[in-house]
């Protein structure tokens, strides 16, 4: 009896890669904090070209019944995006080596980093400037308000955070609204301007940059700083972004 032998067809599995991402970056200075409305761009790498592996068809002899069928993978179809995610550097804001800084903040949640007066204040992250307040317009006793801060400086971080310092002694020339600052670059100088009775020291506060003019209350800080500080002071990188953005969506900007 004849042995009959039958060759099996090859087939090969086309494979087809993709990846995603998404990348999130003017005016001379008055007597009250005024908000700047950053500038968003977005952009978006080219897709890769997809890669497809693909093989000659079988051949099967003659008389068999199971004759090979030629293997022609589709074309891949992906429109997805790949961008690189940009690193985002933190920085402790008080230059020195003598500091203190509070767990809470009496009111709301921020906190007050204690050091000498003249001590640098620099920039928490990289970003650009939003408020700036260049003159102590504060009366002692008046109720709770936008002046309470004194000469202060707050930034809009490239992470999309607000950091905000208050009771400066001095804000560094050339620190003006709509400037673009780098992580670690002097802002100014520890004081006791506006609202600090007496005490030399960092008013410090974290937030979104929710509204125009008059968020002050949103801005002198709605989420406690102490961990983050303590983080970026043992050269850490750790991120309030995740929880800023918790709080604006379930506060939407009402502090």
Known sequence: MPLLRTLSGLTVLAVGLAGCGSVAGPGSATETPRFVQPSVTSEAAAPPPAVVVS?????????????????????????????????????????????????THSKYKATDIFAD???SVVATTSG???????????????????NNGGLSV????????????????KVQTGIKKGVRVTAGQLLGKVGHTGNANGVCHLHYGISPACAKVGDWKVRRGVVWPYSYLSSWRKGGGKSPVAEVAAWKRSHNCKA
């Open 55 to 103: 093989s000659s068809p079988g051949v099967a002899p003659a008389g068999d019944p199971a004759a090979a069928i030629p293997s022609t993978p589709p074309p891949a179809t992906s429109t997805s995006t790949v961008t690189a995610a940009k690193k985002v550097t933190y920085v402790f804001p008080v230059k020195s080596s003598n500091v203190d800084w509070h767990t």
């Open 154 to 169: 707050s930034l809009l971080g490239d992470d999309g955070v607000r950091y905000y310092g208050s009771h400066l002694s």
């Open 117 to 119: 007066c003249g001590e």
């Open 128 to 146: 650009v400037v939003l408020e700036i307040s260049l003159k102590d317009v504060y009366v002692k006793g008046s109720p709770d308000g936008p």
